[in-house]
């Protein structure tokens, strides 16, 4: 290193600037390397398609944001950050012009769905919701610990574990089911599974106590105010400078990586234990997406009224609909008619909007590495839900996996999760240790979203891998 400096930290997405702040806290000087020209991971934003449309490159709507005990602790809205909310925090579509959605209210949502599903939902949502404060910390870090709230824990994880099919069908109504299924969907794993209702339990939980806010200014904003606060506390963050060795950052007293477990095992390379290299070269990773980026005019002309109010929306019809599609992605088969997000993200940000042209934010999950362009499929869904929106259409880009990838080195094979959420990796993230963070060499660690709690900006895989290598810093 060309400065002396405390920590180095490899990386600058969320979980990178989340250890970097921890550092700086605990009074170290610390500097962030970050290869591109500009500073984020998956928390970017920029004018993809016409100038003065502001898309968010990857992550979009923030529910685990508000719900970071990390994010909490720091005075973001000092550093400019600013949580915006839409009418709607999520619909899910369905053929016939009909939708289900979920808002932050639980009240609310339990209203919409009827009499007796609207009391299944709040009985297996509602304690969660109630007691998030206390449950988030439980769940966003190691699943190996001493839980401070076990009751809690224990009831949260009689449906995490289950099969995603057997919570959503527990529910009541096909539209109840699929509402469910949408949010279980985003484990990125067949739904039949065990534990493959996990993210989906959580998403719920989390909606009901935070909604599903965007970043004021684009997820960009979320970075900037993570910089401004890191900066406020002596730390710095260098940009296109691509750390190519261990030995560049040998000098330090900590080091963090913000990379995957493959990049750190050819980083460290001998210096890495033995049984942490083969372990993190083991490291496996998911299915991909594939993100179309659009400028529609005027806006979606989406057949259910509420879709119209909604920041999310997942597509993809009824329960079995997604689970058959997210089957075929498993197996390494591209769906007709594959599972889907989509992004209106400028209905409670109206400043990313060019007069009447108004950016839209789509991605399907496909099969890991897929090499095919699925931008006619992503489309074509949209229309199954909207008719005639191919006219409103203005400008389109689209990112297949491989372009993933080349925007963010963690993203291998396009798993923007940073790793398969099979069981074993649920459980053991990276690999199977006490401490998941600890590389086995002395103040330094492993701070991406392949260590728990996993993908989602929040923070808080740099929190706690920050506070593992400070316990063996060298000294």
């Not at 005990?69 to 012009?97: K, M, N």
């Not at 900066?231 to 060795?245: K, P």
């Not at 979606?300 to 997210?326: V, Y």
Request: charged share 20%; net charge neutral.
């Amino acid at each position: 290193m060309s400065d002396r400096t405390d920590a180095v930290v490899v990386g600058s997405g969320p979980n990178g600037l989340a250890a970097a702040i921890e550092l700086a806290q605990a009074g170290l000087s610390v500097t962030v390397f970050e290869a591109a020209s500009t500073v984020g991971g998956g928390a970017r934003s920029a004018e993809l398609t016409v100038p003065g449309v502001l898309h968010d490159i990857c992550s979009a709507a923030h529910p685990f944001a508000m719900a970071s005990p990390f994010f909490a602790s720091l005075p973001l809205a000092d550093h400019g950050l600013e949580w915006c909310r839409p009418e709607i925090d999520l619909v899910h579509p369905l053929d016939g012009g009909d939708a289900v959605a979920m808002h932050r209210s639980l009240d609310t949502t339990v209203d919409g769905l009827g009499r007796e599903d609207g009391k299944r939902w709040r009985r297996r949502f509602g304690p969660s919701a109630r007691h998030l404060d206390d449950l988030a910390p439980e769940f966003l870090g190691p699943l190996l610990h001493v839980p401070r709230h076990p009751v809690l824990l224990a009831r949260f994880g009689m449906s995490a574990m289950q099969p995603a099919t057997w919570v959503a069908r527990s529910l009541g109504s096909t539209r109840t089911q699929a509402l469910f299924a949408g949010s279980a969907a985003h484990v990125f794993r067949p739904l039949d599974t065990i534990a493959s209702a996990s993210v989906g339990v959580a998403m719920v939980a989390v909606c009901h106590r935070h909604g599903w806010p965007v970043a004021r200014g684009g997820s960009q904003a979320i970075t900037d105010a993570l910089v401004s606060c890191l900066e406020s506390l002596g730390g710095r963050v260098v940009t296109d400078h691509r750390v190519t060795s261990f030995a560049e950052v040998d000098d330090a007293r900590v080091r963090l990586f913000d990379v995957a477990p493959s990049a750190l095992a050819e980083l460290a390379g001998d210096r890495l234990p033995a049984r942490v290299r083969r372990a993190y070269r083991r490291f496996r990773h998911g299915p991909a997406a594939f993100k179309v980026d659009l400028t529609v005019r005027d806006g979606i002309p989406w057949a259910a009224e509420a879709a119209r109010s909604a920041g999310t929306l997942h597509l993809g019809g009824t329960l079995e609909q997604i689970a058959t599609a997210e089957a075929e992605v498993a197996a390494g088969r591209m769906p007709e008619r594959p599972f889907m997000l989509v992004g209106q993200q400028y209905l409670a940000d109206p400043s990313r909007s060019a007069g009447d042209l108004h950016p839209i934010w789509a991605y399907a999950h496909v099969p890991h590495a897929y090499d095919g362009d699925a931008t006619e499929a992503i489309i074509a869904q949209i229309e199954r839900f909207a008719p005639g929106v191919r006219d409103r259409i203005v400008a389109t880009v689209s990112h297949g996996p491989a372009q993933l990838a080349e925007m963010n080195p963690n993203f291998i094979g396009g798993d923007i999760g940073t790793g398969a959420n099979d069981l074993g990796q649920l459980l053991f993230r990276p690999r199977a240790a006490l401490d998941p963070y600890a590389t086995g060499i002395p103040g330094t660690a492993l701070c991406s979203a392949a260590t728990p709690p996993g993908a989602g900006v929040h923070g808080m895989c740099g929190q706690h891998a920050a506070r593992s290598a400070l316990r063996t810093m060298r000294r």
